[in-house]
């Protein structure tokens, strides 16, 4: 069964710190890695895929890596504003469906 | 370039109505996906359309249903409403591969559905 594991859970930080998301997973066969922005009671906002070949993609302040071997993928938020307030969510994709981890709910202070 | 539109935003249903969601997806997208969010189980896959055909399911049952038109726009069906499918139903569209689906997901709002 594939597994998508998210820490931490939550997460309270500073306005202006830098962080970073960690996500799990167990199926070595991906096609790719997506992350998303939930904010309450909204829909999920695709932020970065990075395919299966790539080891990482960056967008303005968002940099996501992916390491198959290991499994694993981080999303890293510099400089984090108030605005990045929200659950943030990884997903694998293998064959035609997402399997998503549980989330980590970011709280920039400001 | 419009994104993905889900309606009715917003229902309230009672326990063993039925409820149909509908899904207008990106233009240009043939693959539609539906998941349902619960604070419990988080996001679950319900199924997946492409070329108006079921091309996977989750584990659920069978009183959830789906289909798709012609012109992509797929639509959802929970026949005998249940207490536990009060859920956040969201829908996604791609660019899919016949052979896969390896391109980006975008996702509507969402149909916020309660049962009561």
């Known amino acids: 069964k594939q597994e998508v594991t998210q820490i931490p859970a939550a997460l309270s930080v500073p306005e202006g710190e830098n962080l970073v998301l960690n996500c799990s997973f167990t199926?070595?066969?991906?096609?790719?890695l997506q992350w998303f922005r939930q904010d309450p009671g909204k829909g999920l906002t695709s932020l970065l895929l990075?395919?299966?070949?790539?080891r990482e993609q960056t967008s303005g302040r968002l940099n996501a890596s992916l390491d198959k071997s290991s499994g694993r993928s981080t999303l890293y938020i510099a400089a984090s504003q108030p605005g990045d307030s929200a659950t943030y969510l990884c997903?694998?994709?293998?064959?035609?469906?997402?399997?998503f981890g549980e989330g980590t709910q970011l709280t920039v202070n400001p | 370039k419009a994104g993905v539109t889900q309606t009715p935003r917003y229902l309230i249903k009672t326990r063993g109505q039925q409820v149909t969601l509908s899904c207008s997806p990106i233009?240009?997208?043939?693959?539609v996906s539906w998941y349902q969010q619960t604070p419990g189980q988080g996001l679950q896959f319900l199924f997946e359309?492409?070329?108006?055909?079921?091309?996977n399911k989750g584990n659920f049952p069978g009183r959830f249903s789906g289909r798709q038109f012609s012109n992509s726009r797929s639509e959802m069906n929970v026949s005998t409403l249940e207490l536990g499918d009060s859920a956040l139903y969201l829908c996604?569209?791609?660019?899919?591969?016949?052979?896969?689906?390896?391109?980006?997901?975008?996702f509507g709002e969402g149909s916020r559905l309660t049962v009561l």
């Open positions: 359309y492409f070329s108006e055909t079921q091309r």
């Open positions: 233009s240009g997208h043939r693959s």
């Open positions: 199926d070595s066969a991906i096609y790719n």
């Open positions: 997903a694998q994709t293998s064959g035609s469906r997402l399997t």
């Open positions: 990075i395919q299966s070949s790539q």
């Open positions: 996604a569209s791609s660019f899919r591969l016949r052979t896969a689906n390896t391109g980006e997901l975008f």
